[in-house]
């Protein structure tokens, strides 16, 4: 009879309407963040603090959009907007704590890093939203604009 009990209850918390968790980056107090995982080539690194910012890139430079996602509970980070003169250049990731490479560590939020590179001058927006892909019908649980010069 326990088991079926602690297999409901477990049941009902799995299928219970769960919210993204909404913490940013790793703090530097707390004593076992990581760094996100990008390449030592990347020209710019462009993180949370510079949501709604313009940054500078030069043409053929690749840049990387630092941010953290929780894809242990399905939520990724993806372009939602990507002007024409941007193209992909690769993606990282990793854990945003030390902890979470040991043996038996369960979910928590991860770095996610986007790459692009400008193909030609331009200035535009991007736009990434943390989401479920099979979600398509919710709104993004939320978003990172950037608006990118390319010199």
Same mark, same amino acid.
Request: proline letters at 11%; charged letters at 15%.
């Given at each position: 009879m326990r088991a079926i009990l602690f297999s409901i209850a477990l049941l009902a918390v799995a299928c219970a309407p769960q919210e993204a968790p909404v913490s940013d980056a790793p703090s530097a107090a707390n004593n076992g963040a990581? =760094? @996100? =995982?990008?390449?030592?080539?990347v020209a710019v690194r462009i993180n949370e603090t510079q949501n709604g910012q313009s940054v500078s890139v030069a043409v053929n430079e690749r840049f990387a959009v630092e941010l953290v996602g929780v894809p242990t509970a399905g939520y990724q980070w993806a372009p939602a907007q990507l002007p024409a003169f941007l193209t992909r250049a690769?993606? @990282?990731g990793g854990p945003t704590i030390a902890a979470q490479s040991q043996p038996g560590y369960a979910g928590g939020n991860h770095w996610q890093v986007p790459m692009f590179a400008a193909t030609a001058p331009g200035s535009g927006e991007v736009v990434l939203e943390m989401r479920r892909p099979w979600e398509s019908g919710e709104p993004p649980a939320r978003s990172f604009r950037v608006t990118i010069v390319a010199r």
């Amino acid at each position: 009879m326990r088991a079926i009990l602690f297999s409901i209850a477990l049941l009902a918390v799995a299928c219970a309407p769960q919210e993204a968790p909404v913490s940013d980056a790793p703090s530097a107090a707390n004593n076992g963040a990581l =760094p @996100a =995982p990008t390449p030592s080539d990347v020209a710019v690194r462009i993180n949370e603090t510079q949501n709604g910012q313009s940054v500078s890139v030069a043409v053929n430079e690749r840049f990387a959009v630092e941010l953290v996602g929780v894809p242990t509970a399905g939520y990724q980070w993806a372009p939602a907007q990507l002007p024409a003169f941007l193209t992909r250049a690769g993606e @990282a990731g990793g854990p945003t704590i030390a902890a979470q490479s040991q043996p038996g560590y369960a979910g928590g939020n991860h770095w996610q890093v986007p790459m692009f590179a400008a193909t030609a001058p331009g200035s535009g927006e991007v736009v990434l939203e943390m989401r479920r892909p099979w979600e398509s019908g919710e709104p993004p649980a939320r978003s990172f604009r950037v608006t990118i010069v390319a010199r």
